[in-house]
């Protein structure tokens, strides 16, 4: 049993001394990987010296962090201050058009533009105070671009400044709205193309005869004979148009400056 003993005894010491030595070997290298890391920070931060780096890349990388700040606070500070004016250039407008009492809200979450009644219930869009709502946004939208709403925005960016285009926009309508809508979008932009038709224009000349720079007018040309078929005719002040014709050269649209 000694025998044995001392045997393992043996084989302990080998070990060890294969571990003391493999340990030696370990340390020396770790002393001689820790003198060349502090001789390259030293020579980092001799050329980061002549250089001027170090330090010049610390600055602008706080003025990045800096600006990147304002630009989130302040376009978010924008944003709830759009949606509020919207939101009380909304209600001007149905408070001014409406025959009803009736309220705009809009969620900051998702933009949604909901409309109530004095019983706070949603109205329907659908019906005609939800088509004057969306008529009354676009021309809100238009004219926070424009300032020329009452409250006014300090953009960070000036947004663009375009004209607005609707074509056939009071056919859904109902004729009691029609022509306070169009001069609530004649008002609220600063250029306004509408594309109407003989119908609609009675219910809003009124409404726009002071805000016309241009009028044209669409009239359709027929090789055909006129037969049986009627003549169009429409309007404007005193003067009757003729919007079709008959025995043309050609089938064609022609725009006529009136």
């Known amino acids: 049993k000694v025998n044995s003993l001392e045997k393992d005894r043996s084989i302990a010491m080998l070990k060890m001394s294969k571990l003391s030595s493999n340990q030696g070997m370990q340390s020396s290298r770790i002393s001689e990987i820790e003198a060349n890391l502090k001789d390259f920070k030293l020579r980092y931060e001799n050329e980061s010296k002549k250089l001027g780096l170090g330090d010049q890349v610390k600055i602008e990388l706080?003025?990045?962090?800096?600006?990147?700040?304002?630009?989130?606070?302040?376009?978010?500070?924008?944003?709830?201050?759009?949606?509020?004016?919207?939101?009380?250039?909304?209600?001007?407008?149905?408070?001014?058009?409406?025959?009803?009492?009736?309220?705009?809200?809009?969620?900051?979450?998702?933009?949604?533009?909901?409309?109530?009644?004095?019983?706070g219930r949603e109205v329907?869009?659908?019906?005609?105070?939800?088509?004057?709502?969306?008529?009354?946004?676009?021309?809100?939208?238009?004219?926070?671009a424009g300032r020329k709403t009452l409250e006014k925005i300090d953009f960070?960016?000036?947004?663009?400044?375009?004209?607005?285009?609707?074509?056939?926009?009071?056919?859904?309508?109902?004729?009691a709205y029609q022509g306070s809508v169009a001069k609530n979008l004649a008002d609220q932009t600063n250029q306004l193309v509408l594309l109407l038709s003989s119908a609609a224009w009675p219910s809003v000349e009124n409404s726009l005869n002071d805000f016309v720079g241009k009028r044209y007018v669409l009239i359709s040309k027929q090789s055909g004979s006129q037969g049986q078929k009627p003549i169009k005719e429409m309007k404007i002040g005193k003067r009757r148009l003729l919007l079709n014709e008959y025995d043309a050269d050609r089938d064609e649209s022609v725009i006529e400056e009136i």
Not at 130 to 144: C, D, N, P, Q, R
Not at 161 to 172: E, K, M, N, R
């Open 156 to 175: 960070m960016a000036e947004p663009t400044i375009a004209p607005l285009v609707l074509d056939a926009p009071f056919s859904v309508l109902d004729p």
């Open 124 to 144: 329907g869009e659908s019906t005609g105070e939800g088509h004057v709502l969306k008529f009354a946004f676009i021309s809100t939208i238009v004219a926070l």
């Open 62 to 119: 706080e003025k990045i962090r800096k600006l990147q700040k304002y630009i989130v606070f302040t376009l978010k500070q924008q944003e709830d201050r759009a949606l509020q004016v919207l939101q009380i250039e909304l209600n001007n407008v149905l408070a001014k058009y409406l025959t009803k009492h009736y309220q705009a809200t809009i969620d900051s979450k998702d933009y949604q533009i909901k409309m109530l009644d004095s019983n």
